[in-house]
């Protein structure tokens, strides 16, 4: 399997501007994470699904930010209008439901908002 | 609450001697105990984990850590240390029964590794 595939790398926008960020997990995993990571707040769970269906939106910092997931096999987390303080890697992650069952990240996006 | 600490902000080792980053955890019940690397832009790599057991570990690129029920600790270790050794590390931990379907972990802030030649 190729890992949780994650795309753009990196992405520079301007502020006010739509960005969209795009996920395919591991197949046959059915939970889905996105995480964002700055040096201030370190690692921060956004929102989680599973089988497709948001459990836990409790991260989400504002309403700017949305995520869906339309199938098993893509999910996007999108930010609208983006602002300078969302730059940041967005990590997406997936595993399967077992609590004790390793979860795998994607090597991130890398978000600049100027 | 539960939670996981991660006491020190950076480690320096020498290459060639042991190395120890430390988590300890606090959690109602039983705890999965996970530690992931991540190297310069790069993603989270998963290192090893403690379900149930020996309370010795053994995981990827010859790190190894143990369960401390008693001082609910989970200390990443490694007896000799390389200079590719140097990223950032993370404990995380996990509860074995959830109510529902929550599958959080609860992350620690890291740890910075650097190992010098």
């Known amino acids: 399997d190729a890992g949780v595939i994650q795309s753009p790398r990196h992405e520079v926008t301007e502020m006010g501007q739509e960005v969209t960020l795009r996920c395919k997990p591991i197949s046959g995993h059915d939970y889905l994470f996105w995480y964002r990571q700055t040096m201030m707040r370190g690692l921060e769970l956004l929102i989680y699904f599973n089988n497709n269906v948001p459990i836990d939106d409790s991260g989400m910092p504002e309403d700017r930010f949305s995520a869906k997931m339309p199938n098993a096999s893509f999910s996007t987390l999108k930010i609208q209008p983006s602002e300078p303080r969302d730059s940041a890697v967005y990590f997406c992650a997936s595993g399967f439901q077992r609590p004790g069952n390793t979860i795998y990240f994607g090597e991130g996006s890398w978000l600049t908002v100027v | ?117």
């Open chain 2, 1 to 117: 609450a539960q939670s996981v600490a991660q006491p020190e902000d950076q480690v320096n080792v020498a290459e060639g001697n042991p190395l120890t980053v430390k988590c300890t955890y606090s959690v109602s019940g039983n705890p999965y105990l996970f530690w992931y690397v991540q190297y310069p832009n790069r993603g989270l790599q998963f290192l090893l984990k403690y379900i149930t057991g020996d309370n010795l570990v053994k995981g990827s690129y010859g790190f190894e850590a143990e369960f401390n029920k008693s001082q609910t600790s989970f200390h990443l270790k490694k007896p000799s240390a390389l200079v590719s050794d140097s990223a950032l590390y993370f404990c995380a931990v996990s509860l074995e029964f959830n109510a529902g379907n929550n599958r959080k972990l609860i992350w620690g802030l890291g740890t910075s590794l650097a190992v010098n030649p």
